[in-house]
């Protein structure tokens, strides 16, 4: 079957788009993510990229000419494929029905048309993808079996987002310990019981392992304790018991592991992955962390700030490379000011392990080598999806660059399989996985619902923390004719109650109609502001629409509408 290509449904008052200019021709060959057309709504022009690879087989709307949301408007042809087998250009597809808000297409071909109480799913791991998706399909009907090999809530609950946010929660204890002074409160020295801190950390992740645990149970989920594996399309085995269970459809949340990098001595003992760093049994003295990423970054900051020397190592010229660079240079300054040592474009040839925790990492940054001594050596550089152990390649499921390949309805290649979270690669999160694996659940269950990346929040939790929604200002003026606003949370009162006015609020939009297209915060309580953007970008929200938003007083959020309102007449508390 050719791929097809449709209008996209960008936002949802978006009904339908006009084709600019097609920048590939039929015959042409096209890569996955290379532009092939621009699309003018009312609010914005936009570059949609090919879906996949392949050659552009057919085009079925010409340029200048508009087509309702969903509407196919050209097919790319898979390898072995002909355009002689193509649809005709009779116009029949470009004028198709608009779909209902949320929806894009018709159900995905594998969705299993039961009625939904006789629905059999199976899911396979029960992390932050698999459990939420387990629970919405119990609440539209289905029976529901969940199997998973280790803990329920999988890396995020055990391993990954709530262990290191409750370490960094100590982290920001132990900080206003040191800065209590500032606000009349003098506290006579304090030590750091760091078994303790552990023993906190596990038992948040057991409280909520537990929850979830009752969650799944209230729903009548039936919970395997087991390794799943496909033994065809409609049928998983548990390998430990042998039991076969028969299901309509299968939910792959397999999640993902960590990069092991191909660097001599990375097999040594003193070089922990993320996991490593969260089972530590006392606070080493000093840590080399290889790779400047999110992850890299808040370890970073727990260590140093229980008295840890840290040395951060980047290949990049930045830390987290991927964000907006303004927000990167800000969280730099602010580790190297509390003490962390970073080096950019620095990469890491060697580590040679010596007794008494000497370790020496060797490193080259410009061609010329140098190294650092290290009790524990830190290597968090990415994660990759868990494959193994699945049977895919059996199966024909089909996968790319290591990642399950999906639809936007997030089934695979083999109708009824379908796959969501770390497994299908892209941006490893947790609410993006939940996301994905609900809206698995609801095409499984007859609902139509297709996945959009438009408005993804990332989040990091250091101290300022950095929240952002939408393109970075390099991004965005990649696409359209951008403005910049900002506002700096020292011209805002909360931030002043809480002594913390480090950061700043960005906006970015579009010039035309002011359309935000990017909001990043870097500064206190910033992972919890952004949700106000993720609402507004979803509803395309301008720059006068969050100008003219009243916000109470006195908050932090304020500092967003005075962002805003740089783009739309000036703020008031900034000259
Ligand atoms: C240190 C760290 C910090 C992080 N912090 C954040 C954060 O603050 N915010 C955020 O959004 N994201 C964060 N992440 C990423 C987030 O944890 C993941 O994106 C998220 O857990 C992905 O969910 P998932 O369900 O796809 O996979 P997982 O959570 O990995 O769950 C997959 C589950 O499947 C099970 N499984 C695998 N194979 C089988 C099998 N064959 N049979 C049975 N069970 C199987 C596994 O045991 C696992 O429990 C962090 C990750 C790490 C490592």
């Given at each position: 079957m050719p791929a097809e290509v449709v209008m996209p449904k960008?936002?949802?008052?978006?009904?339908e788009g006009l084709i600019?200019?097609?920048k590939k021709k039929e015959g042409d060959a096209v890569a996955k993510g290379e532009v092939l057309f621009v699309l003018e709504t009312e609010k914005v022009t936009y570059d949609v990229e090919a879906p996949?690879?392949?050659?552009?087989?057919?085009?079925?709307v010409q340029e200048q000419q508009t087509v309702p949301v969903g509407a196919v408007v050209a097919y790319i042809l898979r390898?072995?494929?002909?355009?002689?087998?193509l649809p005709g250009d009779s116009g029949e597809a470009a004028k198709a029905e608009p779909p209902a808000a949320g929806a894009v297409k018709a159900?995905?071909?594998?969705t299993t048309r039961k009625p939904a109480g006789k629905i059999r799913l199976t899911i396979i791991g029960g992390g932050t993808g698999g459990y939420p998706a387990a629970i919405r399909a119990a609440r539209l009907g289905a029976k529901v079996t969940l199997i998973e090999k280790?803990?329920?809530?999988?890396?995020?609950?055990?391993?990954g987002c709530i262990p290191t946010k409750t370490l960094l929660q100590s982290a920001r204890v132990i900080d206003t310990m040191k800065t209590s002074a500032a606000f009349g409160v003098k506290c006579d020295g304090f030590s750091i019981d760091f078994a303790a801190i552990m023993a906190r950390k596990a038992a948040v992740s057991e409280q909520l392992r537990n929850g979830v645990k009752g969650l799944l149970g209230a729903k009548k989920v039936k919970v395997i304790q087991g390794t799943a594996r496909l033994v065809d399309a409609r049928t998983v085995q548990v390998?430990?018991?042998g039991e076969k269970i028969a299901s309509d459809a299968v939910l792959i949340a397999a999640g993902s592991k960590p990069v092991v990098l191909?660097?001599?001595?990375?097999?040594?003992?003193d070089v922990l992955d993320s996991n490593g760093a969260l089972s530590l049994q006392a606070i080493p003295k000093s840590v080399v962390i290889i790779g400047g990423g999110v992850i890299s970054c808040e370890f970073a900051q727990i260590l140093s700030t229980m008295g840890t020397d840290v040395t951060i190592l980047e290949?990049?010229?930045?830390?987290?490379?991927?964000?907006?660079k303004a927000m990167s240079s800000i969280l730099h300054k602010s580790l190297e000011s509390s003490g962390v040592k970073i080096l950019t474009n620095a990469q890491v040839k060697k580590i040679e392990h010596k007794k008494k925790g000497n370790n020496i990492v060797t490193y080259a940054v410009e061609g010329v080598e140098w190294s650092a001594k290290a009790e524990k050596v830190l290597a968090t550089v990415g994660r990759k999806p868990?494959?193994?152990?699945?049977n895919f390649d059996a199966l024909g499921i089909a996968c790319e660059k290591g990642a399950v390949v999906v639809n936007e309805h997030m089934e695979?290649?083999?109708?009824g399989v379908y796959a969501a979270g770390d497994?299908?690669?892209g941006i490893m999160l947790a609410h993006l996985a939940t996301a994905e694996a609900e809206c698995a659940a609801r095409n499984i269950m007859g609902d139509v619902c297709s996945m959009n990346y438009r408005v993804v929040p990332a989040c990091i939790y250091t101290s300022p923390e950095i929240a952002s929604v939408g393109l970075s200002e390099e991004q965005a003026k990649k696409i359209a004719d951008v403005q910049v606003g900002q506002f700096p949370f020292k011209g805002n009162g909360k931030a002043m109650v809480l002594g913390e006015t480090e950061g700043m609020v960005k906006i970015i939009a579009e010039k035309?109609?002011?359309?935000?297209l990017g909001v990043h915060i870097i500064g206190p309580h910033a992972t919890d502001m952004i949700s106000e953007a993720v609402l507004g970008m979803m509803l395309e929200m301008t720059t006068e629409e969050l100008a003219h938003a009243i916000h109470p007083h006195p908050t932090l959020a304020e500092a967003i509408m005075e962002a805003g309102q740089t783009l739309a007449g000036g703020c008031i508390h900034m000259p």
């Open positions: 960008l936002g949802l008052t978006m009904t600019v200019e097609w996949e690879d392949g050659t552009l087989g057919k085009v079925l390898p072995g494929e002909n355009a002689v087998d159900p995905a071909a594998g280790e803990h329920l809530g999988g890396v995020c609950l055990n391993r390998e430990e018991t191909p660097i001599e001595g990375i097999d040594g003992p290949l990049m010229p930045t830390i987290i490379p991927e964000m907006d868990a494959l193994d152990a699945l695979t290649s083999v109708p497994v299908v690669g035309k109609y002011g359309e935000v």
